[in-house]
C-alpha cells in the first residue's frame, strides 16, 4: 500500500489496479471510501480501462478478429508500476503484456496520477499510444462511498445533489449488462436525486446527458459531506450492490455495449481514439468535509 498526504487529507492506493483503498479526512475523523465488503462488493474504487461496461456477447471485433474482454477491462485485476512519489502525490503506470495483447491487440500506457491540495483529492488519467495504429479505448471511474457516512444517519437520510436541474432519462440494463434502447423518465426538472437501497435492485443508474459537471453527496442531518467533480465526462453510472451501504458515483468515458451493438470495436458508443505517439489526459476530482 501506498500513502499520500497532505495536513487535511489522508490517502491509500493499492499497487493492484492503481485502486483507491481509503479517503481519510483528518480534520473530520472519516474515511469516505467503502470498506470493500466481500459480502456485498469487495472493490473500493477500481480503474475501468479498456473498456466500460459490458460487452455485447463478452467480445468485440477489431481488423476482422474477435477478442474477449470482461466487463470494465484488465485494468482493475493489474499489478501498476510507481513510476513517481511525493508526500502529496504518487503516479503509477500500466503497460501491455503478452496477456493483455491478447485480449488487447495495442501497445500503451496507462497512467493514473493522485495529488491532494488541502481538502481534494485530484485523480488524472493518462494513456499513451505507444503502437504504430489507432488506439481504441475507454476508460472510467468506479469509486464507491460509504452511505451513511457518520453514526446516527442512515442509507435514506442522503441525497445525490447535482449542479445543474436535470431532465433526463436513465437508461435501463438488461440481465446481460447491457444498454436499452430507449431511456426510462427519471430526474424531471430537479436537482437532487434522494437516496433509497431500492433505487438500485434493477442495477445501475445509466445516464448519457446529465448537463452536471460534479455530484454533491449530503445529508441535512450531518455536516460532512463529499463532491465528484467530473467536467468532461460524458457518461455517469450511479450504483449500489443490493442493499449494500455504499453508492458509487462513477465518471464515465465510454459505456457499456447496447443491445443492438454491432461489436466492432471502432463503431462502439463513447469509444475514444488516439493517433500513434499521442497522449490523452482526463481530470476528475473528490472533495471531501
Known amino acids: 500500500m501506498y500513502i499520500i498526504q497532505n495536513e487535511q487529507l489522508e490517502i491509500?492506493?493499492?499497487?493492484?489496479?492503481?485502486?483507491?483503498?481509503k479517503i481519510y479526512n483528518k480534520e473530520?475523523?472519516?474515511?469516505?471510501?467503502?470498506?470493500?465488503?466481500?459480502?456485498?462488493?469487495?472493490?473500493?474504487?477500481?480503474?475501468?480501462?479498456?473498456?466500460?461496461?459490458t460487452l455485447?456477447?463478452?467480445?468485440?471485433?477489431?481488423?476482422?478478429?474477435?477478442?474477449?474482454?470482461?466487463?470494465?477491462?484488465?485494468?482493475?485485476?493489474?499489478?501498476?508500476?510507481?513510476?513517481?512519489q511525493s508526500e502529496a502525490a504518487i503516479s503509477f503506470s500500466l503497460q501491455q503484456t503478452a496477456a493483455t495483447l491478447e485480449q488487447y491487440p495495442f501497445y500503451f500506457e496507462l497512467r493514473i496520477h493522485y495529488r491532494v491540495k488541502e481538502n481534494r483529492l485530484h485523480i488524472q488519467y493518462e494513456v499513451l499510444n505507444q503502437d504504430e495504429k489507432t488506439l481504441w479505448f475507454s476508460i472510467g471511474a468506479h469509486p464507491a462511498f460509504k452511505v451513511?457516512?457518520?453514526?446516527?444517519?442512515?442509507?435514506?437520510?442522503?441525497?445525490?445533489?447535482?449542479?445543474?436541474?436535470?431532465?433526463?432519462?436513465?437508461?435501463?440494463?438488461?440481465?446481460?449488462?447491457l444498454l436499452a434502447e430507449d431511456p426510462q423518465i427519471f430526474l424531471q426538472n430537479t436537482d437532487e436525486l434522494p437516496l433509497k437501497k431500492s433505487l438500485f435492485?434493477?442495477?445501475?443508474?445509466?445516464?448519457?446527458?446529465?448537463?452536471?459537471?460534479?455530484?454533491?453527496?449530503?445529508?441535512?442531518?450531518?455536516?460532512?459531506?463529499?463532491?465528484v467533480d467530473f467536467k468532461g465526462f460524458p457518461y455517469m453510472g450511479i450504483w449500489s450492490a443490493?442493499?449494500?451501504?455504499?453508492?458509487?458515483?462513477e465518471p464515465w468515458l465510454g459505456i457499456t455495449d447496447s443491445v443492438t451493438t454491432s461489436g466492432k470495436l471502432e463503431e462502439k458508443e463513447g469509444i475514444l481514439s488516439l493517433a500513434p505517439g499521442e497522449t490523452f489526459t482526463a481530470d476528475w476530482a473528490i472533495m471531501t468535509w
Open 12 to 21: 491509500v492506493v493499492a499497487a493492484k489496479g492503481a485502486e483507491l483503498q
Open 28 to 53: 473530520t475523523g472519516l474515511d469516505y471510501l467503502w470498506s470493500g465488503d466481500p459480502a456485498f462488493w469487495g472493490k473500493h474504487s477500481p480503474v475501468l480501462f479498456p473498456i466500460v461496461g
Open 56 to 84: 455485447k456477447d463478452g467480445s468485440y471485433l477489431y481488423n476482422n478478429q474477435t477478442y474477449h474482454l470482461s466487463r470494465h477491462g484488465f485494468a482493475r485485476d493489474l499489478e501498476f508500476t510507481v513510476i513517481h
Open 148 to 177: 451513511p457516512l457518520v453514526k446516527g444517519t442512515s442509507f435514506e437520510d442522503y441525497v445525490l445533489c447535482f449542479n445543474e436541474f436535470e431532465n433526463t432519462g436513465r437508461y435501463p440494463l438488461t440481465d446481460d449488462g
Open 201 to 227: 435492485y434493477e442495477d445501475a443508474l445509466v445516464f448519457k446527458t446529465l448537463q452536471s459537471s460534479s455530484i454533491k453527496l449530503e445529508s441535512p442531518k450531518t455536516e460532512n459531506g463529499l463532491t
Open 242 to 249: 443490493r442493499d449494500a451501504d455504499f453508492v458509487c458515483i
